[in-house]
């Protein structure tokens, strides 16, 4: 009997089991397996989206700054990504476990010894035989610095490339980028998983006078450099010194070589931070891969929203609507002494408000000109209430340009919103004369936040 049962109760059970399998199949088909429903850790990679392993991020430092810029971003790089990140600077360093590379070293002694560009080289060399503090290599002037950092990089930038290639050769994509620089990993590996890594892929940041660029290149760009044009590299050492900056001298190879310029990705790759993003239509609902000019406390509350995110049910790619949500809502944004919005200034001219000239007094509501704001902060706040398209105001106490046909003004309006910053009077300098120059600064909050509740980028938007 025993026996019996025994032999008869695993083919019940095996039969059993088949048809329960069968109706679980019928009933849930087609029904394919939703990843979101899964806790991060058991979520299967989406086809398309790139491993942390196959993007290479080489981040540039100098001597003097490298125990100040590298902690802060090793801290806030999670550690899947540490693997695939190098540093690169202008003296072999260890900061913890990590090696800080020496770009400059396969360049010969002679080349640096007679080149004046090079002065801050052999000089970082010297101190470090000799033990003195790196501190002491800097400028006293910041821009006579920048200056020399900036001379330093025309001849780092394509050892800087070479180095990255030899470090870690034949992967699919490599990114150049800065301390200051911060990566929205998630976004950037689903936005690389969309190009071919064989194909010839230059992108860069659109440039910015004093933002740092970022560098994507693809495998095949790193291939035909490195592997198919061995001397390449060696080659350029002697044209280095006439070329601007850095960024040019690797554009200039590119194209030479390659025939291959670069693709200005904005706004996913931007030098904007969130309190310098031009929050509005037209810069929304786009995703965000890249954040530079991040001072480190704003890098970390960066870095702690994305964490937040993860236990989101529905965590989406953050997108700039996130930011403004995360770091403008919460904001009292009443009008603010000494603070600059960043309502004027170089690269936002594309969302200055123009004043009408015409019509002083009433302005023409359909060619969205608003009327002249010059007499007081309060008659700046009050033409941009009055203007359906203005979001922000800042009034100067002295006329500053617009980089637009308003030329120089008082009052400036915007259609973006931007946080911007506490900024001290100071004395300048205006056709000859002194002059206090003082900011004030408003925001039409309600009017931004009713646009921003109407806009739908994705499902779980507040
Ligand atoms: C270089 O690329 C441009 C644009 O893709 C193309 O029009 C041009 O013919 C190319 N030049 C050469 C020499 O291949
Ligand atoms: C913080 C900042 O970028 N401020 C800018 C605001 O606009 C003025 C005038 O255009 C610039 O000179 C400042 O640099």
Known sequence: MLSNRRAIRPLRFLVLLISLCFCFWVSGFPRTYDDDELPLSQRR???????????????????????????????????????????????????????????????????????????????TLEFADSSVSFAELTERDPRKEKEVLAKLDKYKMLR????????????????????????????????????????????????????AHTIVLSRGVMKAIMVDRPDLIPYYDNNIRGHKNAFEVLATVLLSTLNVTATMVWPEISHYSPATAPYGPGLWCDHVITMSNMPTDLMNELWRFEHERRNWPNEDALCFADLWFRFMQPENLD?????????????????NILFDRKHEHHSEKSSGRAKPGEASWEACRDSCSENDFCVQWSYSS???????????????????????????????????????????????????????????????QN
């Not at 009008?335 to 969302?351: A, I, V």
Request: hydrophobic share 35%; aromatic share 12%.
């Open 398 to 460: 002295v006329p500053m340009p617009n980089d637009n046909e308003n030329g120089d003004t008082r009052c400036h309006l915007s259609r973006s919103m931007k946080f911007g910053q506490h900024v001290a009077p100071q004395l300048v300098d205006r056709f000859g004369e002194k002059a206090t120059l003082a900011w004030k600064s408003g925001w039409e909050k309600e009017r931004f936040q009713s646009w921003a509740r109407q806009q739908r980028c994705k499902e779980q």
């Open 335 to 351: 009008p603010r002494d000494d603070w600059d919005n960043l309502s004027s200034g170089t690269g936002y001219e594309q969302w």
């Open 45 to 123: 990679p989406t086809p398309g989206v790139l491993e942390p392993e196959q993007i290479i991020v080489s981040v540039k430092t100098t001597t003097p700054n490298a125990w100040s810029e590298l902690p802060p971003l090793l801290v806030l790089t999670d550690s899947a990504y540490h693997d695939s990140l190098l540093l690169m600077g202008d003296l072999r360093l260890n900061v913890g476990p990590f090696t800080v590379e020496d770009v400059l070293d396969r360049y010969t002694d002679s080349f640096v010894q007679d080149n004046p560009d090079m002065e801050r080289y052999r000089a």
């Open 160 to 211: 800087w490339v070479e180095r990255t290639w030899l470090l870690r050769p034949e992967r699919p994509w490599y990114v150049l980028t800065e301390p200051n620089v911060h990566l929205v990993r998630p976004n950037l590996l689903s936005w690389l998983g969309t190009y071919d890594p064989d194909g010839y892929h230059f992108f860069a940041t659109p440039s910015a006078p004093e933002a």
